[in-house]
Structures are given as structure tokens and as C-alpha cells.
């Protein structure tokens, strides 16, 4: 099965063309380089997503109290320092976004797909430089698109992050459905161009320039991870597309794809024929594999640092594969638990209760397999061993709680409440910052070749990992009480009056996880210039990444590429002297190759 790399592709590069800084560090099409690109845009996305989370969580807990960072940052939305109504569910319309399709998206696929798919299968780049540097200069665009949507007259979009019709289909529906809903779907459909671009180069660059002796079953965890969520999103961003373009239709053209019998102030409109729930089928369809194309990047990214850092072989390393194929596959048939209360056909919802209940196994395989790789090992505790520690216990507490969502009969109770915005921060969004975080602890020297500051990289971990508890733990029971989400104040419903404390505890804790932020914001920035520089494998890794030099080169090796003898996960096997015997070593005379 294995592919042969050719070692004279690319050989030629940097010798007959001297690169100037543009060709360099902006429209560069060497993988290492555009994985940093998606990296830092990717974080300049995410501090703009949690300011706006920082602010709605201020909002909740002290609801028409003056606020001078909303006069500073908000303005005319803000009138006396009191947010205005409108602004918030913008607000939560745009963190949704850019944390979901710009941040966790970009930022672990784009990020580590481009940085690990070459070094760690043998390759020289990617199988297409140039499509690799037009879809990140895509997703580039689609972020500046969406950031400018927050500065148009009428308000940025605020359909929610789901952006339901008719809210998202009417322009004259509200403020936010005008000009900041058209910029909304611009820029998604050019972002969902970048990630097909970026999704056929990976799948293509797996599947046919893997090295000499890479075969399949010896490629690291982490590829297969990168390698099924590639087409995962083949198969499902197109359908977002559809549903974007037939939204556009709707708002612009005349037809009604999704809207169907609308009065506005008595007002009868021309609509007819359509179907909004049409629209969630089209939405949800995408938006399910979605959560499992931000998770699985990060799976593989845990599994990869876990053995790293237990010095011992992955547990279930075939069984690993055979989770992450179940995952994708079954990722796409449940799409329906997110629509139980839409007027579902009861029998269609019990189906869709049992592929959701079902994806709980392999997710279960891979979380005894972590738990089992941990167990008697020679753990090194440095910060990305403690994110892919906090990564397994955020992912087992928020998937817990899908099995109450994904049961027909028991969401019906808790839909739309703070209870399911708890259950998707822990499993999604959390978990999935956990292994980006994990992963760029590990793989910094890699990109940069200096090493972060460890000090505070414990100080990130164990300040992140109390207030993200802090914040989503007591969601679950505020959700349970009732408390629907998306409201922009509670003061109207004696019912919620007591807790009100309690979103005032779940509003300091995230004010304060904001804030460490910053500790990893210096700690990434300034280790670029003054970090202590790293050795060629600081890790005692067994993968093939490590045995390319320091010094990054367009090529990744300098001589010949390094030919795989062995499985990626060699670590304290007997009859060696070191505790790692990399993948290019060749098998001693009687020694047998390890495949658990």
C-alpha cells in the first residue's frame, strides 16, 4: 500500500530563484510557512471571538448596568454605556462564527494539516504549493469580509450563528438581516472554497506522496486524523454552500427556497412554497460533520502528544483508525438531533436518537485507549501533555451530556436552554481549543525553532482549565432550570431571578479565562524573537518531522528523504538503549515490528 515519493521533486527549490520577503512570508507556497499564516490569523480571529464572548457574558450578568468598555468598543450600540438589544445577539452571531468556521476550523486543520502532512509522511510539500497558498489567501479574505460585517450601518449579522430563515432571509426582518447578513454569506462561501481547496491538497498529498515505506497502517495517528477530516469536509461543506447560495437567491432574486406564507406588521408577503426547516436539514447536514471535523484534528493531535509523553506505545493504535472511520462515517447521519422540536416525524427522531447514540462508541474507544496509554507510563508533565490531559477530561464530561441531548424524548426539555450551550462548549469548543493549544505547545520548536516558556505555559493550563469548569459546569444546571439562551437579559422573568448569581460566578470566571490569554499571547509572540532555541528533537519523538533539520528549508530534507522501517510508535521497546527508536531506523537482525 505504501507510495513511493520520488526524492528528486522539489529538489530544485531555493537554487535557481532567490526568494524576496513577499515570495517568502506572504504568497509563499511552502507548507511550514502557510501553516503559520493560518496559525496567527487564525489567533488575531480568536482573541476578536473571545472579547465579543467577554462582553455578552458582561451583558447577562449585569444586564442595563452602564458599561464604559461597551461605550468605548460598541458606540452608537451603546448608548450611555447600556448595550443595546440588537448588538447582542449580533454579538453572539459573530463569536459563533469565527469561533467555530475561523478559529477551531482553520486553526487546527489549516494550522497543523499543512505543518504535519509533509514532515510526518516523507513528503517534500504539499501535492499542489500553489492551491495550498490560494486557500489560505481565500480563508484570509473570508476573515477580513467578516470582520468588515461588523462595521456596517444597519449591524453585522444576528440571525445566530445557525443563521435561520426567515431572520436570515428577509433583509428588512431586522437590522442585522440587511448588508451584515449579505457580507455573512459572502464571506462563508469563500471560506467554504478555501477549505475544499485545502481539503483535496491534503487528501491528495496523503494518498500519493507518502515515502518510501509509509505504508498506511505505519502512518502516525495524527495523519489519519487530518486525513479523514479532509474528507469529511469534502463531503460536507458543499451542502453549506448550496444552502448559502439558495439563501442568497432568497434575499436577492425573488425566490423562496426556504420561506413560505410570511406576514410582516399584517403585512402579507409574496412568499410562498418554501420551507425553512429545508434550511436546517441543508445547515445541520454540514454542521454536524462540522463539530467532528474541529474534533478530530485535535484527537489526533492528543494521541500523537500522549505517547510522545507517556514514553510508551499508543494503546489500540488499529483500533484508534477504526474510531476515526465510525466517527466520520456516523458523523454524517445524525445531523437530525439537532432538530427534534422542528415538527420531526417521531419515528424519523427515534432513528436519528440512535445513530447519535451510536457515535458514543468509538468516541468511547478512543477515550479508554488515552486513558489506557496513560496508564503506567513515565509521564512528563510539560503543557502540552497537561492540554491533551485537560482535552480527555473535557471531552468525556461534554460528551456525557450529548447522550441526554441526542435522546428524542429527553432534549425536547432542555433544548434551546444554557444547557445545550454547556454541552457544546465542553466537547467542541474546549476540548478542540485543549488540542490546538497542545499542539502548539508541542510542535512550536518545529515552526519556530525555539521553545516557549514553560512557567507560563503552566500558568495558561491551570488558570484556562479552572475557569473553563468554571464557566460551563454551572451552565448545565442554569440550562436544566430553564434558562433559555440567546437572551440578552433575564430581568423580565421572575422565574430566573435567582439565578442571576449564578451568572454572575459564570461571568467572572470567563472574564478571568479571558484574560490569562494573554499569558499565552506574550508567551507565543515573544518566544518567536527570544525564545531559548530549540535542539532538533526536543520531544525524544519517534515520527519523521523530527529528523528534518531546525532550520526550515523549501524541501524539508536536505539530502535524500528518509525511508520508514517501522510504525510511528516505538517508544521503551525492549532491546534498545534509548526509551525511542525513530520510524527511519532499520529493524535489527531478529527484531519483530510492533502493530497493536
Not at 72 to 79: R, V
Not at 209 to 229: E, H, N, Y
Not at 452 to 471: D, E, P, Q, R, S
Not at 488 to 498: A, E, G, M, Q, R
Request: charged share 10%; aromatic share 14%.
Amino acid at each position: 500500500m505504501s507510495a513511493h515519493a520520488d526524492n528528486h521533486v522539489h529538489d530544485d527549490h531555493g537554487h535557481h530563484h532567490k526568494e524576496t520577503f513577499v515570495t517568502k512570508y506572504i504568497f509563499s507556497q511552502d507548507h511550514k510557512m502557510i501553516a503559520k499564516q493560518y496559525l496567527i490569523t487564525g489567533t488575531i480571529m480568536g482573541v476578536i471571538g473571545v472579547i465579543m464572548s467577554m462582553m455578552f457574558r458582561m451583558q447577562i450578568a449585569w444586564p442595563e448596568e452602564p458599561n464604559v468598555l461597551f461605550e468605548a468598543l460598541l458606540g452608537k450600540w451603546a448608548p450611555g454605556g447600556v448595550m443595546d438589544a440588537d448588538i447582542y445577539l449580533a454579538l453572539v452571531t459573530i463569536h459563533g462564527t469565527i469561533m467555530v468556521f475561523f478559529v477551531l476550523t482553520a486553526g487546527l486543520s489549516g494550522t497543523f494539516s499543512n505543518l504535519l502532512i509533509p514532515l510526518q509522511i516523507g513528503a517534500r510539500d504539499m501535492a499542489s504549493g500553489f492551491l495550498n497558498m490560494v486557500s489560505y489567501w481565500l480563508f484570509f479574505l473570508s476573515s477580513v469580509i467578516m470582520v468588515i460585517s461588523l462595521f456596517v450601518e444597519a449591524g453585522p449579522a444576528s440571525a445566530g450563528w445557525t443563521i435561520y430563515p426567515p431572520l436570515s432571509a428577509l433583509p428588512m426582518a431586522q437590522g442585522g438581516s440587511g448588508m451584515g447578513m449579505t457580507l455573512w454569506l459572502v464571506s462563508m462561501a469563500i471560506f467554504i472554497a478555501s477549505s475544499l481547496l485545502g481539503s483535496l491538497n491534503y487528501v491528495v498529498t496523503v494518498i500519493n506522496l507518502r515515502t518510501k515505506g509509509m505504508s498506511m497502517t505505519r502512518l502516525p495517528l495524527t495523519i489519519w486524523a487530518f486525513f479523514v477530516t479532509a474528507i469529511i469536509g469534502i463531503i460536507s461543506f458543499p451542502v453549506l454552500l448550496s444552502a448559502a447560495l439558495l439563501l442568497i437567491m432568497d434575499r436577492s432574486f425573488g425566490t423562496s427556497f426556504f420561506l413560505s406564507d410570511i406576514f410582516i406588521q399584517g403585512e402579507v408577503l409574496h412568499y410562498q412554497g418554501g420551507s425553512p426547516v429545508l434550511f436546517e436539514h441543508l445547515f445541520w447536514f454540514l454542521g454536524h460533520p462540522e463539530v467532528y471535523i474541529v474534533i478530530l484534528p485535535a484527537m489526533g493531535l492528543v494521541s500523537e502528544i500522549m505517547a510522545s509523553n507517556s514514553r510508551k506505545p499508543i494503546f489500540g493504535y488499529r483500533a484508534m483508525i477504526a474510531s476515526i472511520l465510525a466517527i466520520a462515517f456516523l458523523s454524517t447521519i445524525v445531523w437530525g438531533h439537532h432538530m427534534f422540536i422542528s415538527g420531526m416525524n417521531p419515528f424519523l427522531g427515534s432513528v436519528f436518537t440512535f445513530t447519535t447514540l451510536l457515535i458514543a462508541i468509538p468516541s468511547a474507544v478512543k477515550a479508554f485507549n488515552w486513558i489506557t496509554t496513560l496508564w503506567k507510563g513515565n509521564l512528563q508533565m510539560n503543557p502540552a501533555m497537561l492540554f491533551s490531559i485537560g482535552f480527555v477530561s473535557t471531552f468525556i464530561t461534554g460528551g456525557l451530556t450529548g447522550i441526554i441531548l441526542g435522546d428524542s424524548a429527553l432534549d425536547i426539555n432542555v433544548h434551546d436552554t444554557y444547557f445545550v450551550v454547556a454541552h457544546f462548549h465542553l466537547v467542541m469548543g474546549i476540548s478542540a481549543l485543549y488540542g490546538m493549544f497542545a499542539g502548539i505547545y508541542h510542535w512550536y520548536p518545529k515552526m519556530f525553532g525555539r521553545m516557549l516558556n514553560k512557567n507560563l505555559g503552566y500558568i495558561h493550563f491551570w488558570i484556562t482549565a479552572v475557569c473553563a469548569y468554571g464557566v460551563f459546569f454551572p451552565m448545565h444546571f442554569i440550562g436544566m432550570a430553564g434558562l433559555p439562551r440567546r437572551y440578552y437579559t433575564n430581568s423580565n422573568f421572575p422565574l430566573f431571578d435567582d439565578l442571576a448569581n449564578v451568572n454572575v460566578i459564570i461571568t467572572i470566571f470567563a472574564l478571568v479565562g479571558g484574560v490569562v490569554q494573554i499569558v499565552y499571547l506574550y508567551n507565543f509572540f515573544s518566544s518567536i524573537f527570544f525564545g531559548k532555541k530549540t535542539v532538533q528533537n526536543p520531544w525524544k519523538s519517534t515520527t519523521l518531522e523530527w529528523t528534518a533539520p531546525v532550520e526550515h528549508i523549501h524541501g524539508n530534507w536536505p539530502g535524500e528523504i528518509p525511508h520508514v522501517y517501522r510504525w510511528a510508535y516505538d517508544y521503551s521497546k525492549p532491546g534498545h538503549d534509548v526509551d525511542f527508536v525513530p520510524q527511519n531506523i532499520p529493524l535489527k537482525d531478529g527484531e519483530e515490528e510492533l502493530q497493536h
